[in-house]
């Protein structure tokens, strides 16, 4: 196996693992909320708190507060254990894998995917700190606020050089790095107010799905190929 294979190998494990983790979210129970969440879900919902008002206001009141206290605690363990190594993998190898289209690019995206995911990690810091002193405190909110932005500002940015990558690979894969760029588009458009923060979900559905998709058919063509090769060699 080659190493751009492997690279794509590697983002198309990831990418499942990221898939089935996000969807997972959506299965923890009591996870919905106690207060108004709008198009955003719970979970974006608490990362985009501006004050201690609006913590209270999502979490609401007893009976519905402690058991969605635990719900969020467990949704920030698996975050920071699961989904954000896998998702960080998983855009860090399909940069890799696109790297000859454009080794600056790939370097600046890779870049840009790790610093993310660290601040998704500081991110949650100040989110279990919130909980551990519910409605929290606008000193920790301030320090919550930046990370969450940058986080996404900078998941858009690695869907703008995948995008851009996948385009200059050429071929189908173009319209797929149309796509990608698409979303990261729609994730910074999402970031200009945050009545749009629904946006923020749909534009990583709208980068990440097609590079996974993307993944699965150049593993399956490689490996289709050399099981062609096999049956006719010598």
Known sequence: MSRTAAWWATCLGAGIATLIVAIGFGFIPDIGGCGPVGDAGAIIAFEIVRTPADVAVLFGAEPCRTPFVEAMRLSLWIDALVFIPAYTLFLCAGLMALRQHGPKLALGGVICALLAAVFDELEGVQLFTILANLPGEQATIDWLIPYVRGKFALLALVALF??????????WMRWTGLLVT???????????????????????????????IAAAIIVWRGRRAALDSGATGP
Do not use: K, N, Y
């Not at 910074?188 to 923020?200: H, T």
């Open 162 to 171: 995948l995008g851009w990558l996948m385009a200059r690979r050429g071929g």
């Open 182 to 212: 698409v979303g990261g588009a729609v994730t910074m458009f999402g970031l200009s107010d945050d009545s749009r923060a629904g946006l923020l979900g749909l534009g990583g559905a709208l980068s990440w799905i097609p590079l996974l």
